[in-house]
Nanobody, 113 residues
Framework: QVQFVESGGGEVQNGGSMTLTCTAS????????IAWYRQAPGKEREVVAT???????TIADSVRGRFTIWRGNAGNTVLLEMNNLKSEDTGVYYC???????WGPGTQVTVSD
């Protein structure tokens, strides 16, 4: 089973930008979907963005226009570019193949006022 490790989190001010990296243990060209999720304090984990290996992607309404998911099938990484960050974007961000329940350690994103 492919394992994913997230990196790139940290603290940023309201309105700032950050890019997260998801690194897979193998190549990703054969993986149909890879998604970024986040879990805010006291809330359930939610899908933020999904990338498909044929080139399409979906973005949650709450972040559309601010977040972009980038995937290069030739390599093993999936990026989440986040702009105009808000305090409600604070949480632990994870990447995973939907339906596998194989979660990495996550990376903390904190947006401060």
């Amino acid at each position: 089973q492919v394992q994913f490790v997230e990196s790139g989190g940290g603290e940023v001010q309201n309105g700032g930008s950050m890019t997260l990296t998801c690194t897979a243990s193998t190549g990703i060209a054969h993986i149909y979907q890879i998604a970024w999720y986040r879990q805010a304090p006291g809330k359930e984990r939610e899908v933020v963005a999904t990338s498909f290996n044929y080139g399409s992607s979906t973005i949650a309404d709450s972040v559309r226009g601010r977040f972009t998911i980038w995937r290069g099938n030739a390599g093993n990484t999936v990026l989440l570019e986040m702009n105009n960050l808000k305090s409600e974007d604070t949480g632990v961000y994870y990447c995973a193949e939907p339906g596998t329940n194989a979660w990495g350690p996550g990376t903390q994103v904190t947006v401060s006022d």
